[in-house]
């Protein structure tokens, strides 16, 4: 058995995570362990080390990768950053390997990693040095496409007890020379105490998921307070219309399942399902089997839908109060050109086209954060 | 020693009449309720199975300081605990040793025992407080800013680890310095059905 912790991944196509997601649907079903049809939602996906929340469809796959294995949390890690920490993985030790694989999920268990695609590939010519100065997270600085990400429920509960233990902290430390090394490895610590609280309690998002339940409020209502039509309700439900007819028939029921697990996972709205068990199952089945993808993309399309409602005025963007959008609506006063043109070298004028497709991307694919731009919390 | 902390507790320190820190329990029910978790998704009551210092080593609050454990009085005996305590009056001391030492003759051991029966008057002072938290009010009182996390933090320096005080609950623990002090042994996790639920 490979009981290595894989820090990244070489040759993995684009297409393989669609691959992967239907092969665990699959799974999920015949065992009997969908999430969408369990009656309470996992939490929020959180990196153990930033407390961040993945909000692309890698989120979808550590869903049914931990569904599958029976994991009941979804506190992930990088794999370079579990490395660091000094983790290990169940199989090495045979008493808990067994436990997990019995009581957990009846012989599903597996330490396999799930390969997570970075969205954008990232210039690396650029910060060739100094690249553990480019981010405090390992995994990030070393900027791969591809990386491997652990539940925590992979690794030994022994030993993530000893990454905690401050007293062990210290001693650890004196293994790396480097001082750079030495606070990184003492703040993924820390860090990893505070956030797995976070991930359970929810104290400190509490405010981010009142304003989400109010977005998610006021973008259902069709008018006003003053009785003008409201245009964001209307905007939605012109996205609705327009993914529905798009979809067929079981696609449209995974997509309203889906829509109220991810609305009671993001706010706590408690929202009743109309669809059976066996319908949203059957669906899920019927699609897994059509063998061009249409699962996977159902599935992230009903979470990016869902997520957008949580946004003010079903804003494209992450803003999430009026003051925000304000904020971002400003009207820049224009400015007086130069005497002498600052640089000589003429610039590369982009496609406009091309720059488009990029800041869609990044729009799309960049980590949510709990904290955003307004400052920790 | 063993005892059990939950682990929103564990993280962020809480102020209290009797000092600045977090709250442990000897009972595992406490730090199991006072834990909380989230409504309506899949989420975990936590808490720890933490390892501590002695409770010799804690200062009582409700026990007149003449009856605290003879390791605080250790503490409180030092003599930087002491000079910090009462800098204003050791400084004034310092500025007129000159005028009371006598002339050429053993400079040095006159000034030792000066100091020395001024610590032991301030220590006898100290001591006659009729209780720990009286002794606290006392330290806060002198503090400038008059900040609890700083007499606090001097007590810590002196070597208290914490203090012993008696809510509602029974008697607990406020530790000063959780991330030095306290080793956590276990995490233990649970689904409490009359837990405190954050929507």
Redesign the interface.
Same mark, same amino acid.
């Given at each position: 058995m490979d009981s290595d912790i894989k820090t990244y991944s070489l040759g993995v196509m684009s297409s393989d995570i669609y691959e992967n997601i239907t092969s665990l649907a699959i799974a999920n079903v015949k065992q009997g362990t969908l999430p969408y049809v369990k009656s309470l939602p996992l939490p929020q996906d959180m990196n153990i080390v930033n407390g961040r929340h993945l909000g692309d469809i890698n989120k979808i796959q550590l869903e049914l990768k931990a569904a599958k294995i029976g994991a009941k949390s979804l506190k992930w890690i990088y794999g370079a950053d579990a490395e660091l920490l000094q983790l290990e993985l169940k199989d090495t030790d045979p008493v808990e390997f067994q436990a997990a694989s019995q009581q957990v999920s009846k012989g599903n268990f597996d330490c396999e990693p799930v390969v997570v695609l970075a969205n954008t590939r990232r210039n690396i010519s650029k910060s060739t040095l100094n690249i553990s100065h480019e981010s405090d997270i390992a995994a990030e600085g070393m900027q791969m496409d591809a990386q491997c990400v652990y539940l925590l429920d992979q690794f030994t509960d022994k030993s993530i007890q000893k990454a905690l233990k401050p007293q062990n902290i210290e001693k650890r430390l004196e293994m790396y020379g480097d001082p750079l090394v030495k606070r990184q490895v003492k703040a993924i610590s820390q860090n990893m105490i505070t956030y797995m609280n976070e991930y359970d309690s929810g104290l400190r998002e509490q405010g981010h998921r009142k304003l989400m339940r109010d977005n998610i409020v006021s973008n259902l209502t069709t008018a006003n307070k003053d009785g003008s039509v409201n245009k964001a309700n209307k905007e939605m439900s012109e996205v609705y219309k327009g993914l529905k007819d798009q979809f067929d028939d079981s696609q449209k029921t995974v997509f309203k399942a889906l829509n109220k697990y991810y609305t009671k996972q993001n706010t706590g709205l408690d929202i009743k399902r109309i669809e059976t068990d066996k319908e949203v199952e059957d669906s899920v089945l019927k699609l897994a089997s059509l063998n061009n993808f249409k699962l996977a993309e159902t599935l992230s399309e009903a979470y990016f839908f869902t997520d957008r409602s949580t946004h003010y005025g079903f804003s494209f963007d992450r803003v999430y109060t009026e003051s925000e959008q304000v904020a971002k609506d400003k009207v820049l006063a224009p400015q007086a050109a130069r005497f002498m043109p600052k640089e000589k070298e003429v610039q590369r004028l982009m496609d406009q086209k091309e720059r488009e497709k990029l800041r869609e991307r990044e729009r799309e694919f960049k980590p949510r954060s709990m904290e955003r731009e307004r400052g920790r919390f | 020693m063993e005892a059990f902390i939950s %682990?929103?507790k564990?993280?962020v320190k809480e102020t209290l009449s009797s000092g600045v820190g977090v709250p442990v329990s000897f009972d595992e029910e406490i730090a199991k309720r006072e834990?909380?978790?989230?409504?309506?998704?899949?989420? %975990?009551?936590?808490w720890m199975l933490i390892n501590i210092p002695d409770k010799s080593l804690f200062l009582d609050t409700e026990k007149s300081m003449k009856y605290q454990t003879s390791e605080v009085f250790q503490c409180l005996k030092s003599r930087d605990f002491i000079m910090t305590l009462f800098l204003s009056e050791a400084r004034r001391l310092y500025v007129s040793m000159d005028s009371k030492l006598s002339n050429d003759e053993d400079k040095g051991d006159e000034a030792k025992r000066l100091f020395a029966d001024f610590s032991e008057e301030k220590f006898n002072n100290v001591i006659s407080l009729p209780s720990g938290l009286d002794l606290i009010n006392f330290i806060n009182e002198r503090c400038r800013s008059h900040d609890l996390a700083k007499s606090s933090a001097l007590l810590y320096a002196a070597g208290i680890k914490g203090t012993l005080y008696n809510d509602e609950k029974g008697q607990r623990l406020l530790m000063f310095n959780a991330?030095?002090d306290?080793?956590?042994?276990?995490?233990r996790?649970e689904a409490l059905p009359d837990s405190k639920l954050?929507?």
């Open positions: - | %682990y929103d564990y993280i834990s909380c978790r989230r409504r309506n998704v899949e989420s %975990y009551n936590q991330a030095e306290i080793e956590p042994i276990e995490t996790k954050i929507l």
